[in-house]
């Protein structure tokens, strides 16, 4: 709580590196290419995030999070028992945000804990956040200063959809309608997607609170932009862009994808 009270918060524009109290030295381009897919993906909400660090908002949030996750109050969080990345996921989706993957947190993680003693002190957690975050919103995303075009008003439509749009919660769920008007009933692809629902049984929990966060649709938008390379706002079945879209969402989510045919 001291650290957080008397810590001077550096701004983002114009700096290139940081180096924290607990002696960590970030280099934000060093890190930039891993993290740049949440750059993408968290795009809409740089200018927040950045009020949020410079004000010291992310950093208080950061510290309510951490005391929450420190039932023990020891002072530290274990990267082994997954608390490290819990906190952080916790941080980024009460912030509204995309979260980077377990790989990408890790490999900042370790600036921070150079001699592996596999946890961090508190002031390191709230700091590991603070790197990640200003590695995001260093450079804005290029797709910012694209010119608009028609296909980029749809994706821009489908930000704005994907904005607004409340995931129904998924207990005693037997049927959605879409607002592009497609309905999907369960009990019509049970059969068929019984072999699929079986191989990611143990990421059951994870993949409810995606859904229901939005956290799932955002990654599927970035992965659409990826895909769709010519910007026509459409993907293509018989070339396999959609089956490529679909099979990247689910590895990202460390699923198994469905078949083609499913």
């Known amino acids: 709580e001291q650290f957080v009270a008397s810590f001077s918060l550096p701004p983002i524009a114009g700096l290139a590196s940081i180096t924290y109290p607990c002696g960590a030295s970030v280099v934000f381009a060093e890190l930039a290419p891993l993290l740049a897919a949440a750059g993408v993906a968290n795009s ?9 660090i410079e004000s010291g908002d992310m950093m208080r949030l950061a510290l309510w999070t951490f005391q929450a996750f420190d039932n023990d109050r020891s002072g530290t969080l274990s ?8 906190f952080v996921v916790a941080v980024f989706r009460q912030s509204g945000l995309v979260v980077p993957d377990e790989g990408q947190i890790y490999h900042v993680y370790t600036r921070f804990d150079k001699d592996r003693y596999m946890a961090l002190e508190a002031r390191e957690c709230l700091c590991l956040v603070d790197a990640i975050l200003r590695v995001i919103v260093a450079s804005e995303p290029s797709i910012a200063t694209t010119p608009m075009s028609s296909a980029r008003s749809s994706s821009l439509s489908a930000e704005q959809w994907v904005a607004s749009y409340r995931c129904p919660t998924l207990t005693a769920t037997e049927c959605v309608v879409y607002p592009c008007g497609a309905a999907f009933k369960a009990d019509e692809f049970s059969g068929l997607l019984a072999p699929l629902v079986a191989a990611n049984e143990p990421r059951r929990l994870a993949m409810i609170q995606a859904l229901e966060s939005g956290d799932l649709l955002r990654l599927a938008l970035h992965a659409f932009r990826q895909r769709d390379v010519m910007q026509h706002g459409f993907l293509d079945w018989g070339s396999g862009e959609v089956q490529d879209f679909a099979a990247a969402v689910f590895r990202q989510w460390g699923l198994s994808p469905p078949s083609e045919a499913q």
């Open 44 to 52: 809409l909400h740089r200018g927040r995030v950045i009020r949020a």
């Open 79 to 86: 990267w082994a028992g997954g608390l490290v990345r819990d």
